[in-house]
């Protein structure tokens, strides 16, 4: 009985989903996106441009990345010249941590106070490697919830290193 409660007060509310434009980062919230729709919730999206047609397919208004910049396997190279002359998993690791990630996040939140201006949200739900999440609330006032959509990141001799998808040593 609460948790119809909960599911009423949602009614009318204003949700953004916001992720970073790769299908395993959009497409693990999608269902909740629809969900929250039938219960009266009225959710957006905010991500890279290439997610437009799925998301007017999927009935979800949608705001493209602005300033932020949709970064894809396929454009990586070209956008990061650099990250070429990287030797090693482990340097292109942190490499795209800081510019992929990281430096985006002043961008996110410059994309969000537009979005903002025109859908003024009620609550922020991301995907975890969003990396302005933990901004976001003070920005805006607003609650955030992050979505783990990637393994937990943990270390144990038992375990491949995280984030360069090795298969643990038999040894």
């Given at each position: 009985?609460?948790?119809?409660?909960?599911?009423?007060?949602?009614?009318g509310k204003?949700?953004?989903?916001?992720?970073?434009?790769?299908?395993?980062?959009?497409?693990?919230?999608?269902?909740?996106?629809?969900?929250?729709?039938?219960c009266?919730?009225?959710?957006?999206?905010?991500?890279?441009?290439?997610?437009?047609?799925q998301?007017?397919?999927?009935?979800?208004?949608?705001?493209?990345?602005?300033?932020?910049?949709?970064?894809?396997?396929?454009?990586?190279?070209?956008?990061?010249?650099?990250?070429?002359?990287?030797?090693?998993?482990?340097?292109?690791?942190?490499?795209?941590?800081?510019?992929?990630?990281i430096?985006?996040?002043?961008?996110?939140?410059?994309?969000m106070?537009?979005?903002?201006?025109?859908?003024?949200?009620?609550?922020?739900?991301?995907?975890?490697?969003?990396?302005?999440?933990?901004?976001?609330?003070k920005?805006?006032?607003?609650?955030?919830?992050?979505?783990?959509?990637?393994?937990l990141?943990?270390?144990?001799?038992?375990?491949?290193?995280?984030?360069?998808?090795?298969?643990?040593?038999?040894?």
């Open positions: 009985m609460k948790s119809n409660a909960n599911l009423e007060a949602l009614a204003k949700i953004l989903f916001v992720s970073m434009p790769a299908d395993g980062h959009v497409n693990p919230l999608t269902g909740l996106a629809k969900y929250l729709q039938t009266g919730v009225d959710v957006r999206w905010y991500t890279g441009l290439s997610y437009e047609p998301m007017e397919k999927l009935g979800i208004p949608f705001f493209p990345f602005q300033r932020a910049v949709e970064v894809t396997g396929e454009n990586l190279d070209q956008l990061f010249p650099a990250r070429q002359k990287l030797k090693g998993q482990i340097k292109k690791l942190v490499h795209d941590m800081i510019h992929v990630f430096r985006q996040a002043p961008r996110f939140i410059d994309d106070r537009d979005i903002y201006k025109t859908f003024p949200f009620d609550m922020v739900v991301a995907e975890c490697t969003f990396s302005a999440i933990p901004i976001i609330k920005i805006f006032n607003v609650p955030v919830t992050g979505v783990g959509i990637i393994p990141t943990e270390t144990s001799r038992d375990l491949a290193p995280p984030g360069l998808g090795l298969t643990p040593s038999y040894t």
